[in-house]
């Protein structure tokens, strides 16, 4: 009977040596584990949250640059002085791709605020009616600023198929 036991003191004893082992070995190690796992949950969180404050980032440097853009467009489109000439000269060219005739213009006095002019421009002129919205539209598009104010429109006591217009437009520019 006593070869028995042997055994199993040789079971428990070996037993008790894998439970101490556990306990000063593989039980720290785990606990460093676990805290490692916390670290690393914390930094990946942080690495998410610094992710989105990067695109984040990302999209405000696009819009500036967008904005940028647009405001460098908005400059060429209210230039540093008046530059009437080269803008009449647009504005009569239209005129002519629409197909409008009598044209008739007459500044008036600058209109002058703290950074920027406004030029009151009175332009007279007859045509069809798809003619003068032409004419009407192709000036809104222009790449100055330039706005209609007025516009009259009357037909043509002699021709009633077409309109005497007489438009009020303002032209802007930067008061330098």
Request: with cysteine.
């Amino acid at each position: 009977m006593k070869l028995i036991g042997k055994p199993i003191h040789i079971a428990l004893g070996t037993m008790a040596i894998a439970a101490a082992f556990a306990a000063g070995v593989v039980a720290p190690h785990m606990r460093h584990v676990r805290t490692v796992r916390q670290q690393v949950a914390s930094v990946q969180g942080n690495l998410e949250f610094l992710g989105t404050r990067i695109d984040r980032a990302q999209k405000i440097f696009e819009t500036t640059r967008d904005k940028e853009a647009a405001l460098k467009t908005f400059d060429a489109a209210i230039p540093e002085n008046v530059q009437l000439g080269e803008f009449l000269e647009s504005v009569d060219r239209l005129a002519q791709e629409a197909g409008v005739e009598d044209k008739n213009v007459t500044p008036a006095e600058a209109i002058i605020q703290k950074d920027i002019g406004c030029l009151p421009i009175q332009i007279r002129f007859t045509g069809r009616f798809a003619s003068v919205y032409t004419f009407l539209e192709k000036v809104e598009r222009l790449p100055r600023v330039a706005r209609v104010q007025q516009l009259e429109l009357s037909a043509d006591d002699e021709t009633p198929e077409l309109l005497i217009s007489t438009m009020t437009l303002h032209v802007y520019f930067r008061n330098s």
